[in-house]
């Protein structure tokens, strides 16, 4: 579950864990792999560790909480958009563009919609595909335990 640092943000993933606990009778199969902040600044440490808190508090459980977070980069999410892209392909299409120093001496066009940001979003994303695999094979392996 993708939840934000501020109160409002938990309290809305507080509602979102009582609707998935009041369906759990007719669908025994949905549960929750955890929750992972996203839209952070990287520099907001305190604030990270303060919701990371929180959440763990809020379940009862400090396991609920991704490691990986995805930080906010208002130039990449736009860019995304605009471009119908993934910030994965996005971060590509930045990385294939032209050199700074060639657009400085006129031998090529800088590129729009590229923000640099486009690879520590997409890393951010990937690190978090990589946790919902993992603990998605645990819990299968758990669930053929029993």
Not at 71 to 94: F, I, N, P, Y
Request: proline share 3%; hydrophobic share 45%; aromatic share 4%.
């Amino acid at each position: 579950m993708p939840v934000k640092s501020d109160a409002s943000s938990r309290k809305g993933m507080a509602a979102v864990a009582l609707r998935i606990d009041a369906v759990a009778a007719i669908n025994p199969d949905l549960d929750l792999l955890g929750v992972v902040l996203v839209a952070v600044g990287t520099s907001a440490k305190t604030v990270l560790k303060q919701a990371r808190s929180a959440i763990a508090e809020a379940f009862g459980n400090d396991d609920v909480v991704f490691t990986a977070t995805v930080r906010h980069s208002e130039a990449t999410a736009q860019a995304t958009r605009e471009r119908g892209m993934l910030a994965a392909e996005l971060d590509a299409v930045v990385r294939s563009g032209p050199k700074w120093y060639d657009v400085i001496k006129g031998n090529a066009e800088p590129q729009t919609l590229a923000p640099k940001s486009s690879k520590s979003v997409a890393d951010d994303l990937f690190a978090v595909a990589q946790e919902v695999v993992t603990r998605v094979a645990t819990a299968e392996r758990e669930e053929a335990r029993v």
